[in-house]
């Protein structure tokens, strides 16, 4: 199974929380701040505002920060993505 995201969406892949901090204290799960660090795994065809098409700025493959609170968390098999708006990405970390 595969997600294709609609409009101006991005797929995401989480980067896995800090288990240490880094003095290397082990941190409980409860305690682990989920990571604004992503690579993007599916990009949609972009938005069409006032029947002008909004080309898309991210590609599959970058590595991305966004925002806190953004998107929609999806379970697919094992793995979990979020799906935010391109709206929702801050910067693409080279």
Known sequence: MKLLPLGDRVVLKQSAAEETTKSGIVLPSQAKEKPQYAEVVEVGPGAVVDGEKIPMEVKVGDKVIY?????????????EYIIV????ILAIVE
């Open 67 to 79: 925002s806190r609170y953004a998107g929609s968390e999806v379970k697919l098999g094992e793995d």
């Open 85 to 88: 708006k391109q709206s929702d």
